[in-house]
């Protein structure tokens, strides 16, 4: 059992909807983040967050917003995505300062 | 900066036989090394870690890597492996001064045959 939980598992969604990625983890970690993995490629940083506060951006498109409601959670909010927006992503959380990271199942997005 | 190699995208193996996956790294400053695993339609999890202290770092289901400065390689091997232990393996690198960005090589796919 993992100890990041993400919600959707999957996710149908046209390129004119909005939806929300969720993610949760109740380790105590202070550092959350999201990937994006495309099929057979390594996962891609796109977002993280330390103590609740946007630390990095990896200069992710606008049509990705993340949000930070309190030290356990961590949502996407997806909007006017494109097809090659399709692909598995990942929450994962790690103590500041220490690296390991410990990664959710993902949810796999599908834009059609 | 930092970079990893992964040298094998694919590494085919019969049942109880042993393997090594090879990954190479490259950096200014010292890093922490570390080897994820991933199943099929699963997250990465983590399998064995280098911080400090000893080379020789050893995993619950029988992995183990040694970190070599001199060479800068982080090699995964397993002396039996088994047929669940085919997934795709992820090296990775993170600066030992904090941040977080860890950099994955590109990956390499285990896959154990009957």
């Known amino acids: 059992d993992t100890e990041v939980t993400q919600t959707p598992k999957h996710l149908v969604m046209g390129m004119t909807n909005k939806k929300s990625l969720k993610c949760e983890q109740h380790m105590g970690h202070r550092a959350m983040y999201w990937y994006k993995q495309k099929a057979k490629k390594p996962p891609e940083l796109m977002f993280v967050?330390?103590?609740?506060?946007?630390?990095i951006n990896e200069s992710v498109p606008s049509r990705f917003s993340p949000e930070c409601p309190n030290s356990s959670l961590l949502n996407l909010h997806l909007h006017a995505l494109q097809p090659e927006d399709s692909a598995l992503y990942l929450c994962?959380?790690?103590?500041?300062?220490?690296?390991?990271?410990?990664f959710g199942n993902g949810t796999r997005l599908t834009v059609t | 900066a930092q970079s990893v190699t992964q040298l094998d995208s694919q590494v085919p193996v019969f049942e109880e036989a042993p393997v090594e996956l090879r990954c190479n790294y490259s950096s200014s400053v010292s890093v922490y090394l570390f080897w994820y695993v991933q199943y099929p339609n699963q997250g990465l999890q983590l399998l064995l870690k280098y911080l400090s202290g000893s080379t020789l770092v050893e995993s619950i289901n029988g992995f183990e890597a040694e970190f070599n400065k001199s060479q800068t390689s982080f090699h995964l091997r397993k002396p039996s492996v088994h047929i669940s232990d085919t997934a795709e393996y992820f090296c990775a690198v993170s600066p030992n001064t904090g941040g977080f960005k860890t950099i994955f090589g590109a990956g390499t796919r285990l896959f154990v045959k009957a």
């Open positions: 967050y330390s103590y609740e506060k946007l630390s």
């Open positions: 994962a959380s790690s103590q500041v300062g220490d690296s390991p990271l410990h």
